[in-house]
């Protein structure tokens, strides 16, 4: 068994970290060509995804744009009858009710006689009936006239089907900026 000294020790170390500097050096220069030509790949993948994405989404905006019509006209069918039978209800149920405690509120309200002798609680309480039948009869005729208008806040299948492309075209430029600024000008990995 031989023993070193501690020059030869430092000296082996150091022809030790020498050569893996040398190897550190020759893979660092190989990886740079590399990395150039991954980034241009990337970019390029990126504008061929968008070439091929384009034309697809224009054909289910067209394929789409009917079956959306056709859809809010099978819902405004289905609708249609049922608001109708909802007015008919309304008109022959709730307002002869509601005609019926007007007229009785009236009966109580008209000064007679007795109506001095009457207390005041059957008054009031025939006046909130006026007001709860009148409103409700207001809200009825809201209700209907709602009803009969079409929404103006419905999006049409254009407006739908022109978002949909905005935001594609838009996520893409995104992605395809996003790629060559990693990259940089050299093709080096700007974050390392």
Known sequence: MTRINGKDA?????D???????HAREA????GPLAKKAGTTAAQG???ARAWTAPRVRGARDW?????EQGVRGARAWTAPRVEQAAHSLQENVAPKVSGLMEAAAHRIEPGATAAKRRIWPRLMAGFAVLAAAA????AIAKRRRAAQPPDDVMTDEDASQDAAAETEIAADQEADAVMAETGSNGRNSRH
């Open 136 to 139: 409700g009869a207001i809200t």
């Open 64 to 68: 789409a744009a009917p079956r959306v």
């Open 28 to 31: 660092a220069t190989q990886a």
């Open 10 to 14: 430092a000296q082996a170390a150091q």
């Open 16 to 22: 030790q970290v020498s050569a893996g500097l040398d």
């Open 46 to 48: 990126v504008r061929e």
